[in-house]
Nanobody
Framework: QVQLVESGGGSVQAGGSLRLSCAASGYTVSTACMGWFRQAPGKERVGVATISRGGGNIYYADSVKGRFTISRDNAMNTVFLQMNSLKPEDTAIYYC???????????????????WGQGTQVTVSS
């Protein structure tokens, strides 16, 4: 059974930083495209960043480019999202996602996502 468990969310002031973690079990993150999505209140869930199976291709949404960094620790089977220079508009629930090439229903940056974590809240105050 695939489990993705996010942690690291919280409340920060604008300009601050947070590091989100996504620990996977029942799934090997090094062999798949992994991503982060977010959903702000009253809005649809949108993709934030992805890292390809080999790690050679990394993609960021324009809204976070230059501020967020996605990375992966294969030994820990964990994916990270370092978020710097946070803005109030970054406030959202952040979800970790793993590729499901057969049944995934969410496409982002060429990856088909079908496994999701429970989400972690990030709140940025001005």
């Amino acid at each position: 059974q695939v489990q993705l468990v996010e942690s690291g969310g919280g409340s920060v002031q604008a300009g601050g930083s947070l590091r989100l973690s996504c620990a996977a079990s029942g799934y090997t993150v090094s062999t798949a495209c992994m991503g982060w999505f977010r959903q702000a209140p009253g809005k649809e869930r949108v993709g934030v960043a992805t890292i390809s199976r080999g790690g050679g291709n990394i993609y960021y949404a324009d809204s976070v480019k230059g501020r967020f960094t996605i990375s992966r620790d294969n030994a820990m089977n964990t994916v990270f999202l370092q978020m710097n220079s946070l803005k109030p508009e970054d406030t959202a629930i952040y979800y970790c996602a793993a590729e499901d090439r057969t049944y995934g229903r969410s496409w982002f940056s060429g990856c088909r996502f079908g496994y999701w974590g429970q989400g972690t809240q990030v709140t940025v105050s001005s």
